[in-house]
T-cell receptor, first 113, second 112 residues
């Protein structure tokens, strides 16, 4: 199994531009999570899906952030418009069941200049 | 709301010594407690976990203990090695609750 696959690995963009992060969970995992990691705030849960349905998006910072999971093998996190304070590492993770251990992707390091 | 507190934030030990990281949780419904290790520039990886029906679990040099009454759980690393240097995260969740709450992390330095 290739694990959780995220793309791109690195993204540098200018303030105001749209950014789309992508995630492919492990086949058979029915829960998917998007996290943001910064030195100041640690690991923050942004949103999670169960069986492709968004369950809790209370961690999404503001309306500039949106996430979708159109099918069991693909999810996107979009930031529009991006701001310098969005600079962070964004991790996608998946798990087999509710409350089980996560497998994290390699992350996307986003830099907004 | 749900919260997981983790201590210490930084821990420095000599190679061969033991390291202990402690966490407390607030949600009494929590019944699953994983620990993740994150090396510099890498993803967090699950290293050991414990469920609420067990008080202790061991895997080679690492062990976890759980005290449900006090809502405490701990990670113990014995005979530490330089490659144990990383950030360690504790977490808590419960089946039916979907999401996992992470602690703030402990940066462990093992000096050779």
């Amino acid at each position: 199994d290739a694990g959780v696959i995220q793309s791109p690995r690195h993204e540098v963009t200018e303030m105001g531009q749209e950014v789309t992060l992508r995630c492919k969970p492990i086949s058979g995992h029915n829960s998917l999570f998007w996290y943001r990691q910064t030195m100041m705030r640690g690991l923050e849960l942004l949103i999670y899906f169960n069986n492709n349905v968004p369950i809790d998006d209370s961690g999404m910072p503001e309306d500039r952030f949106s996430a979708k999971m159109p099918n069991a093998s693909f999810s996107t996190l979009k930031i529009q418009p991006s701001e310098p304070r969005d600079s962070a590492v964004y991790f996608c993770a998946s798990s087999t069941d509710v409350g089980g251990g996560y497998t994290f992707g390699s992350g996307t390091r986003l830099t907004v200049v | 709301g749900e919260n997981v507190e983790q201590h210490p934030s930084t821990l420095s030990v000599q190679e061969g010594d033991s390291a202990v990281i402690k966490c407390t949780y607030s949600d009494s419904a929590s019944n699953y407690f994983p620990w993740y290790k994150q090396e510099l520039g890498k993803r967090p990886q699950l290293i050991i976990d414990i469920r609420s029906n067990v008080g202790e679990k061991k895997d080679q040099r690492i062990a976890v203990t759980l005290n449900k009454t006090a809502k405490h759980f701990s990670l113990h690393i014995t005979e530490t090695q330089p490659e144990d240097s990383a950030v360690y995260f504790c977490a808590a969740s419960h089946t039916g609750g979907f999401k996992t709450i992470f602690g703030a992390g402990t940066r462990l330095f093992v000096k050779a």
